[in-house]
């Protein structure tokens, strides 16, 4: 069975930091790419991340640029998503997903998606 489990989502203040991990059963898991979305009340799903199955290629939201990072460890079937100077704009719940195409950047491109963890950030 296919199992992505996001955790490190939390509350913290405006400006500070969390690293979310997406931990994958999948066997294959350095042949996928994988992506961050998040998803705020009210509104629909929104790109954040993504990632090479190399890692050496990445690609980020204009929003979250310069903020946050996206990187994996394929020895560990994990992928991050360090989140710097957080804002409360960024409170969401955040979807890790793995997918076959090359740098995807829209929901359709994945096929495999967490439960979520929310992030929440006071101001």
């Known amino acids: 069975q296919v199992q992505l489990v996001e955790s490190g989502g939390g509350l913290v203040q405006a400006g500070g930091s969390l690293r979310l991990s997406c931990a994958a059963s999948?066997?294959?898991?350095?042949?996928?790419?994988m992506g961050w979305f998040r998803q705020a009340p009210g509104k629909g799903r929104e790109f954040v991340a993504t990632?090479?199955?190399?890692?050496?290629?990445?690609n980020y939201a204009d929003s979250v640029k310069g903020r946050y990072t996206i990187s994996r460890d394929n020895a560990k079937n994990t992928v991050y998503l360090q989140m710097n100077s957080l804002k409360p704009e960024d409170t969401a719940v955040y979807y890790c997903a793995a997918g076959r195409q090359f740098i995807a950047t829209m929901f359709s491109e994945y096929d495999y998606w967490g439960q979520g963890t929310q992030v929440t950030v006071s101001s």
């Open positions: 990632i090479s199955y190399t890692g050496g290629i990445t």
């Open positions: 999948l066997r294959t898991f350095s042949t996928y790419t």
